[in-house]
C-alpha cells in the first residue's frame, strides 16, 4: 500500500502510561468473570472498578487541556451507544417466541440460519436473546445439544451482525465515525461465505449426533409438540424504526445535524427518537411478555457502566495511537485483521475496533485509494469483519457470548469451561473458517 504525507499531529504529544486505567478495565472484564464471579456479578461492583479507573483519566485530560477528546467520547460515541443498545434490548425483550417442534438437523440449522439473518438488523444481542430460548426448547428432549449451543453463539451472537451497524457495537462505533449505513453491505460477501460454512459444518454434525440420539429421546421429541408462537409482534414495528432512524437521521441525511453550532437536540435527533421509540415499546408491551422472556434490566445496566468506564479511559489511547500510527508497521488489510481480530476475542470487541480504526485514520494513503471513515476502505473491512467474527472465538470476545452460556446453563446444559470451548470449539471449527475468510477476501 503506497503511504503518503503524514495527517497533522495532535498538538500536545502524550505517552502510553496515562493508557494504564484503560488496560486495567478490559484485563477486570477479561478476568473478572474467571477468578471472582459473585463479585464481578454484581453491577455496583463494576460501577466501582469504572469510577475508580476513570477519575485519573479525566483529571490528567482536563490538565492537559483535552477535554474535547473526552467531550467527543462521552456524547459523540458512549451516548449513541449505549441509547442504541438499550432500544435494541427493551424492543426485542417484548417479542417473546414460544413453541416446541421436532429438534431434526433441518429444523435446528434454519433456526441458526433464521438467528443469523436477523442479527444483522435487530443486533447480535437482540437476535440471540430472542431466540435461545425456543432452540433450546427445541432441543430440550435431545441428549447431544451442547454443539448447537456453540454454533449458536457463533452464527446468531456474533458472525450474523456483520451487515449493517444495528448488528455489532464495534460496527455502530464505525459508523459514527464515517461509514455509511449502505456501506456495509458492502460486507455482503464476506457474511455470506461465513454463514454457509457455519450452517453447513453445523448441519453435518447435527446429524452426526441426531443418529446417536437414544431411541427414547426421539420418541419423546416427536410426541411433545407444541406450535410455534409469536407474541409482542408490534415490537416489530419499533425494531423497524430503530432501523430507519440509524439509517436516515444523521448529518449525512440531514447535513445540520453535522455543523458546530447546531443545538445539542438537532445533533442528537437520532438519539432522541430512539428514546421515544424504546419508551413506546416499554409501555405498550404487556408485562406478562417480558415476563415469559426474562426480562430485567440487568445486562443492559451492566453494559452502561462497564463502557462508560471504558469509553473515558480509552480516550488516552485513541490519542497515542493516532500519534504512533505510522510507526506500528500495520499497513496491509490482513495486519489489520488478525490485530483487530485476536484482540476481540480475549479484550472486547468494540474498544479494540476503535482503536485499530484510530490507527488507521493516523495512517496517510496515496490520493488514488478510496477512503471510507478516513480510513482505506480494504482496511476498513478487515476491521469491521474481524471485530465481528473473531468476538466468537472465546466467551467473553461479545457480551451476548457469557448470556447465551449463561442461559444454557440454567437449562441444564453442561457447557464447556472458558478453555474448553476453544479447544473443542473455536480452535478447530471458527478459526478456519476466518483463516479461508482473509485468504479469499483480503
Known amino acids: 500500500m503506497l503511504l503518503i504525507n503524514s495527517n497533522p499531529e495532535l498538538a500536545t504529544e502524550i505517552p502510553l502510561w496515562p493508557s494504564i486505567p484503560f488496560f486495567i478495565i478490559l484485563l477486570a472484564i477479561a478476568v473478572g468473570p474467571l477468578i471472582a464471579e459473585h463479585w464481578w456479578e454484581n453491577n455496583k461492583n463494576k460501577l466501582i472498578i469504572s469510577t475508580v479507573l476513570s477519575v485519573p483519566t479525566i483529571y490528567y485530560l482536563v490538565h492537559m487541556d483535552l477535554t474535547e477528546h473526552l467531550k467527543h467520547q462521552i456524547l459523540g460515541d458512549y451516548l449513541p451507544f449505549i441509547v442504541l443498545l438499550t432500544s435494541l434490548f427493551v424492543i426485542t425483550g417484548g417479542i417473546h417466541l414460544s413453541g416446541d417442534i421436532k429438534a431434526k438437523p433441518k429444523v ?32 430440550k428432549q435431545r441428549q447431544f445439544s451442547v454443539h448447537t449451543i456453540l454454533f449458536f453463539i457463533a452464527a446468531v451472537a456474533n458472525c450474523g451482525g456483520l451487515l449493517t451497524p444495528l448488528g455489532d457495537p464495534p460496527l455502530l462505533m464505525l459508523y459514527l465515525r464515517g461509514a455509511s449505513f449502505t456501506w456495509f453491505f458492502s460486507l455482503l460477501p464476506e457474511w455470506a461465505f461465513v454463514g454457509v460454512l457455519l450452517l453447513t459444518a453445523y448441519y453435518f454434525i447435527d446429524a452426526y449426533y441426531y443418529k446417536k440420539e437414544p431411541a427414547a429421546n ?3 421429541d416427536a410426541t411433545e409438540i407444541k406450535p410455534i408462537r409469536i407474541t409482542g409482534a408490534i415490537n416489530f414495528i419499533f425494531l423497524l424504526g430503530v432501523v430507519f432512524s440509524v439509517a436516515f437521521i444523521n448529518h449525512d441525511v440531514i447535513p445540520e445535524m453535522g455543523e458546530e453550532n447546531a443545538p445539542y437536540w438537532l445533533k442528537h435527533l437520532r438519539e432522541i427518537v430512539l428514546i421515544a421509540l424504546t419508551a413506546l415499546a416499554y409501555f405498550t408491551t404487556p408485562n406478562k411478555i417480558r415476563e415469559s422472556n426474562k426480562f430485567s434490566w440487568g445486562p443492559i445496566v451492566e453494559v452502561a457502566v462497564v463502557f462508560i468506564g471504558i469509553f473515558i479511559t480509552m480516550t488516552p489511547t ?24 485476536f484482540l476481540s476475542a480475549f479484550l472486547d470487541n468494540t474498544p479494540t475496533a476503535v482503536a485499530f480504526h484510530s490507527v488507521a485514520s493516523s495512517i496517510p494513503y496515496a490520493d488514488s485509494i478510496p477512503l471510507v471513515a478516513n480510513v482505506a476502505e480494504s482496511i476498513l473491512s478487515a476491521i469491521a469483519t474481524s471485530a465481528v467474527f473473531f468476538g466468537a472465538l472465546t466467551y467473553i470476545g461479545n457480551g451476548p457470548n457469557f448470556m447465551v452460556k449463561s442461559i444454557a446453563e440454567d437449562h441444564k446444559i453442561k457447557m464447556p469451561s472458558f478453555f474448553g470451548y476453544m479447544i473443542k470449539f473455536s480452535l478447530i471449527i471458527l478459526l478456519p473458517i476466518y483463516i479461508l475468510t482473509q485468504l479469499i477476501f483480503m
Not at 124 to 129: D, K
Not at 328 to 337: A, F, K, Q, R
Open 108 to 139: 435446528n440449522t434454519f433456526f441458526l440460519g433464521i438467528g443469523f439473518l436477523l442479527a444483522s438488523f435487530m443486533g447480535t444481542t437482540g437476535a440471540a436473546m430472542l431466540l435461545i430460548r425456543p432452540v433450546i426448547n427445541i432441543n
Open 218 to 220: 426421539l420418541s419423546a
Open 318 to 341: 485513541l490519542i497515542f495511537l493516532s500519534q504512533h500510527a505510522p510507526n506500528m508497521g500495520l499497513t496491509d488489510p490482513w495486519h489489520y485483521y488478525y490485530a483487530t481480530g
